[in-house]
């Protein structure tokens, strides 16, 4: 965050009460932050001990920074939110570093010519960065006024962000070219009979439903206001879209069918020699996948990763439907029809578990599709949340009566000029490598419709009547 950004930063105007003051949950709110901020360290830790320092400093992928400058960026925020901007606490380095580490002034190609902090600086910026913060937790203040640091709001906005980090340093790994260093569990299945029992669609039944919102004490700016949206009936794939329908995709032609892609997209996947999901490889009759240094046969029933906006796009209409607009996406994730209101997650109010999502990296991948029939929503819509990022048609904007909180650059400068078109496409759900932090039936997730590096996947929907 610039000095500038500071400066602009704009109070949140918060309806009612919040999630914490509703649950009675204050009390122990200290030790959530403490175990959240952990949890996220925790990580951070594991992905850049991994490996040498010599794959820390390299850049592995024009599209992605080094990870040293990952985990001296995430150190770098909190030092300006927690200890400069809450704690009013000189800088630990000189403020030159924060220059360094402003990811508006230096594009991610541009970034392994900077004069960084080294591996063993990085890890002690950080580490002293951190132990400041927690002894500053123990004294803030976060019942009063300040809508930065009520109910913790800051330090979970800081906590999410190394979350986000966490997940785009896995994106590193995945592009990086080299042996194994990351292993983890196989993901649970379902058998076939269990999977083949899921119908391909649901009805959502269409209505009002309150989208956004007022409520959770985390929600960062672009998830609020709550405000009432009017969605049409529609049928939504049950499942995400998975690597053996979207084969089939792949062999009836869809890469060489133009009447089927978006004009840019077309243009995109010709110059880049696009011909299936990143990281396929055709091996005899069948495709094999690398993920993070492993080749092996993909899983059919597994959603599909690694596609960007113009291919499921183009995959939606081969399959005459179309992707649904983030309306029709939350609606189907948090609209309980039982009782008329929003939920925050699909199964319910309660945080994720492991038997209801696929989060937090626990298996490297998504799971097959049917896998966490605890979290499906009251519709009958399994993996909304976990496994894969899902594209919809919606561009990113902000709400009806968007307010910029607590700096412009975290949403509003991607939003689209006044009458002009966006250029980023918006994805919601989270992925497998998402943490519960950052990630729930509000948060949206926004990239260009080219990018397929992420961990994103999709599921289509079409129009219907309440007759049908």
Known sequence: MTAAARREATPLSKKGVTLFERNGA????????AADLERARRRTRALTDAVDDRDLTRQHSVLMSPLVWDLAHIGNQEELWLLRQVGQRDAILPETIDELYDAFRHPRRDRPALPLLDPTESRRYVGEVRGRVLDLLEAAALEGADPLTRDGFVFGMVAQHEQQHVETMFATHQLREGEAVLTAPPAPRRSADLRAALPAEVLVPG???EMGTDLEPWALDNERPAHRVHVPAFFLDTTP???????EFVAAGGYSDERLWHPAGWGHIRSAGW???????????????RRFGVEAEIVPDEPVQHVCWYEADAYARWAGRRLPTEAEWEKAARHDPGTGRSRRYPWGDEDPTPERANLGGRHLGPAVVGAYPDGASPAGVHQLIGDVWEWTSSDFTGYPGFRAFPYREYSEVFFPAPGGRSEYKVLRGGSWAVDPVACRGTFRNWDYP??????VGFRTARDATEQN
């Open 26 to 33: 204050v009390d122990g709110l200290r030790e959530r932050i």
């Open 207 to 209: 209505g009002e439903f």
């Open 241 to 247: 879209v998975t690597n053996a329908a979207y084969a």
């Open 275 to 289: 011909d299936a999901p990143q990281f396929w490889r055709r091996e005899g009759s069948g495709w094999v996948v």
């Open 450 to 455: 080219i990018r397929r590096q992420i961990f």
